[in-house]
């Protein structure tokens, strides 16, 4: 039941992300530098209606100047990160994942399935076109409990040791189990929890793991009617500026078809952080996290 609900709200939010927006905040400068999209898929369906030079020019129009790429299944990625002439065209750089997902099946068992493991180790092994793969996921947990499993911990230890960042769907539970496994490992945590985890929760357990990010997309009270940042989102930035990240998260086709105004809804809320906050959380956060240097 939780899952339908959580496609059904998800598949309406997709509809129209400027919907909400009025009239005031259309006459706010929006943030205008570079994007980082830390939560972007290039799944099997996408690629039968986007081709690669169709997602890229997307990006090349949203400003969009770095990705984080997983996909089901990891073809999708594999994909992006070959088209390097197109990607540098484009002024986009490929930040590839390995995603625990062959199928849908996976999305409900990896956690239980021994044959994930294998796969992620061949596939780190394989690498990509675009160099090594930068990190894990994204991966669910609808039960926080799997996330005490034998291969989320064995996982969750393995991208600690290689350096590799974790992007996960979760609670607020899971987090701080799978923080207890690996406790230096980075940990994005995809939507900062799209259940409505409370901001004082979202803080506390930013405090108690100075390597968990919070990653916004879907994101349910971060901005007012109007687009504008929620006031008590831009108190909480504003305390933890270098822990968030914007994301697209291209899960469906609505979301791809409606990527440039997914990300021009980021840019005006980002506008309206104060100072340097709204390019950190937009492009620099993810930037510093894989190392890429400033965009020409």
């Known amino acids: 039941m939780r899952r339908r609900h959580w496609l059904a709200c998800a598949a309406a939010a997709a509809a129209g992300p400027l919907a909400r927006i009025g009239a005031r905040a259309q006459d706010r400068a929006p943030y205008t530098g570079p994007l980082f999209d830390a939560h972007l898929h290039y799944n099997d369906d996408a690629q039968l209606a986007h081709p690669i030079d169709d997602v890229l020019a997307r990006m090349q129009r949203s400003g969009v100047r770095a990705i984080v ?10 994909a992006l ?5 197109q990607a540098r065209a484009a002024g986009v750089t490929v930040v590839p994942f390995v995603r625990l997902y062959r199928n849908r099946d996976d999305y409900q068992r990896w956690f239980a399935d021994p044959t994930i493991r294998d796969l992620v180790l061949a596939e780190l092994a394989r690498g990509s076109a675009a160099g090594p793969y930068r990190g894990l996921g994204e991966f669910h947990l609808y039960d926080s409990a799997n996330a ?60 108690r793991h100075p390597t968990l990010h919070g990653e916004l997309s879907y994101r349910p ?26 994301g697209s998260d291209t899960w469906i086709n609505a979301r791809w078809a409606n990527y440039e105004a997914l990300m021009q809804a980021c840019r005006l809320w980002l506008g309206h952080l104060p100072g340097d906050a709204g390019r950190r959380i937009g492009w620099a956060n993810g930037a510093a996290l894989f190392g890429l240097p400033e965009p020409r």
């Open 69 to 78: 790429a997983n996909s089901r299944p990891n073809d999708g990625t594999r």
């Open 81 to 85: 990160a070959a088209a390097r002439e």
């Open 148 to 207: 005490d499993g034998p291969i989320a911990r064995e996982l969750m230890r393995l991208a600690q040791d290689r350096g590799l960042a974790v992007l996960a769907h979760c609670d607020d539970v899971a987090i701080d189990k799978l923080m207890a496994h690996a406790p230096r490992a980075t940990l994005i945590w995809a939507h900062t929890g799209i259940g409505g985890v409370p901001l004082a929760r979202v803080r506390e357990l930013h405090a």
């Open 221 to 246: 009270g971060l901005t007012r009617d109007d687009g504008r940042l929620a006031p008590d989102w831009q108190t909480l930035m504003l305390a933890h500026p270098r822990r968030f990240l914007i």
